[in-house]
């Protein structure tokens, strides 16, 4: 457009603004006010003109006027219009939008922003309030203006014990009461019929939709059986979810099911039974006598004593009379070594070392030795204030609670509670167990990888059929493991609820820790106490 013979040119390979005047005796030079007008006309503003290179114009074509006039063709600037840029995610769920400032030009409009995503064959998920944000912004940063719905995830086979359902329940004692310990046994037996575990069948995912409207489908799951192999029980005839027991007997949970084993009893475990070592419960009328080794998958119940043996139970350990080994100096000084995944229970303990996953409860004392349990520990009847922790070391998860803590004579006792006392060995075991796992993964991905490039030994003996079966067992394993490091991690910062009672008296000598945090008992507490975690400290109530 010309206007007093001025014309301003866009040079659009490079956004260059040029103007060009015709200066003349009979006209008069170019000036500001007419180029704002020419920008105008041309729907460009201000700041499309480089100062420097205005004010060299200007001063041409005024010794272009004084000299009798000539064509004055220089820059004074630059045009560039607003842009934008549009970014597909990889997965195709969302879409990233990133608007550019103009110089001198039009801004982007949310117009311009909705067609470039039509002709990407953007469909699904478009956000036009945040395009209305990052236009009016131009940040120039990114900005999801689109996004797809994930896939619903799918839910794993569930595998649902029914044994806590048939254990007895345990009434209220009368705080009076003597309570004999062989009625305490926790021992479960189940008979031919009854419901041991039930299967929730896989859920399959539900399909998403990406940002293009096409569905995404969620990740393929293995509906799992029961495992193969499973001893004493039986899959329901008129219900494929549901495992009974086929035999009477004590069971336990494996993975994927249930085995029922029968009882084994025996009069004493010495040198003429020789060690135990088998897959179910052992009662045992009389003792477990000093050197001996007992190894079972379910409960151990001792009608006698357990002396300095070795005892190692799947389930709980009841020892009707009590637990003692020799101590420091007499004999060979040999301890008592238990270890239980449940609750021992005894009348005693005495120069013992003791392991268990829940509780551990004790009629009278606990002397000179190390215990630690997954639960409590708690020593006297129920609302008595009898029972004895003294010397040694006992470590709990959750309570101590005992009559009396330590001795008159100041005898060292170490009690902890807050932490889990086996969180060190179980953390070591589930990185170990990972590690196996992830080896067998990488093996059995490498010959999946094989058998889709040789089809014909996938077929041969339903080679690929099972190895598929593997892979899909040993991911349902990684995913147990990562499930117990989760609940490990849960129960290493569990300190809130955790005490440590001496219900009527706490000798000094008696060290305590709760948490991460220690206290020292320097006097007697004749009237007992009960320590707690407030505010990071421990708290005498």
Known sequence: ???????????????????????????????????????????????????????????????????GGQEIDLPIGAVHHGYFELEVQPDNMSVLLV?????????????????GLAERGVAYGIDREAIAEAVAAMSGQPVAVATGTPPTPPQPTRFVSELDSLKPQATKEVETAKVDFRELGSLLLVSPGQVLMRRIPAVPGAPG????????????IQDLPFADGLSGVAVDENDPCVLRAAIAGAPSVVERGVNVSPMVEVEAVDIVTGNVNFD???????????????????DVVVGGTIEAAQVEAGGDITVAGGVIGAAEGVGDGRQAQLSCGGTLKARFVNNASIS??????????????????????????????????????????????????????????????????HANA???????????????????????????????????????????????????????????????????????????????RIYSGVNLQIGNRRMEIIDDMNLGGKAVLVDDKIVMR
């Open 209 to 220: 939709t990406d940002v293009f409207g096409r569905p995404v489908q969620p990740p393929e």
């Open 426 to 504: 179980q953390k070591a075991a589930l990185e170990q167990r990972r590690q196996r796992l992830a080896e067998d993964k990488r093996k059995l991905e490498q010959l999946i990888a094989f058998l889709k490039a040789h089809p014909e030994k996938a077929k041969a003996d339903g080679l690929g059929e099972r190895t598929l079966r593997t892979y899909a067992k040993v991911q349902a394993d990684i995913a147990e493991v990562e499930e117990a490091e989760a609940r490990l991690a849960a129960e290493l910062v569990q300190t809130e609820e955790a005490v440590i009672e001496g219900v009527k």
């Open 280 to 298: 179910g419960t052992l009662h045992v009328r009389g003792d477990i006598k000093t050197g001996m080794s007992v190894r079972v998958s379910g």
């Open 99 to 115: 608007v550019h400032r103009p110089v001198g030009g039009k801004p982007v409009a949310v117009e311009d922003v909705l067609a």
């Open 1 to 67: 457009m010309d206007i007093n013979g001025l014309r301003l040119v866009l040079v659009s390979e490079t956004g260059e603004l040029r103007a060009i005047a015709r200066v003349g005796a009979a006209s008069i030079a170019p000036d500001a006010e007419m180029l704002a007008r020419h920008l105008e006309a041309n729907g460009w503003t201000v700041q499309a003109l480089d100062p420097p290179l205005v004010a060299a114009f200007f001063d041409a074509c005024r010794q272009a006027l004084a000299t």
């Open 356 to 421: 268990t996953g829940r509780d551990v409860q004790v009629e009278r004392e606990i002397r000179q030795s190390e215990v630690l349990a997954g639960g409590s520990i708690l020593v006297g009847l129920p609302g008595m204030p009898q029972g004895l922790i003294s010397g040694g070391q006992c470590r709990a998860l959750r309570a101590i609670r005992a009559g009396t803590l330590g001795s008159a004579g100041g005898t060292p006792t170490f009690l902890q509670a807050g932490i889990n006392p």
